[in-house]
Structures are given as structure tokens and as C-alpha cells.
């Protein structure tokens, strides 16, 4: 599979049966290439839409499945966020 692949599956967290988004990046460790997360968009500042201050960090090891069309996780999603930073 591909990271391209991966960027046009819907990512559902199985705890809250929320769907969480796409992924938009993954992060992975430079030496080994392996994967370690997929970065996914956070909610957004207004009834989820006007912009995105955070983003879900879904350490690989929390990805439950990868079907066809979805990917399921199990995360705690407050755990999960990373408030971006500003430039």
C-alpha cells in the first residue's frame, strides 16, 4: 500500500464511532522508514468549519484496521489533538 493510498481513506474512531476525518500526512522514523502515525485534521474552530487549529496524531500502533475504503482506530481523541503552532 501506499501513503497516497492511505490519504483517501475516511478514518473512524471505534470508541466514539466518529468519523475522524481524512489523513493528511503520516510521520515515520528516518532511519528504519517505518511509519509511526497519521496526522489527521482536528475539528474546526466553528461548528467544524472556518479553520483548523489542531490536528489528531494516530500513533500507528492505535490503527485497529485498514479496509478498503476506511480506516479504524481506537484512540482518545483529547489525548490525540495537537494544538498547531503558531508561525
Not at 483517501?8 to 489523513?23: A, M, S, Y
Not at 522508514?33 to 494516530?58: D, N
Request: a negative charge; one cysteine or more; hydrophobic letters at 35%.
Amino acid at each position: 500500500m501506499r501513503i497516497c493510498d492511505l490519504k483517501q481513506k475516511e478514518v473512524i474512531n471505534t470508541c466514539t464511532c466518529r468519523c475522524l476525518g481524512i489523513p493528511i500526512d503520516v510521520e515515520f522514523e528516518c532511519p528504519e522508514g517505518r511509519l509511526t502515525a497519521l496526522i489527521v485534521p482536528g475539528p474546526g474552530k466553528f461548528c467544524g468549519i472556518f479553520g483548523r487549529e489542531s490536528e489528531y496524531v494516530i500513533p500507528w500502533k492505535c490503527i485497529r484496521q485498514i479496509g478498503a475504503d476506511i480506516i479504524l482506530v481506537d484512540i482518545d481523541e483529547e489525548k490525540c489533538l495537537r494544538k498547531e503552532r503558531a508561525l
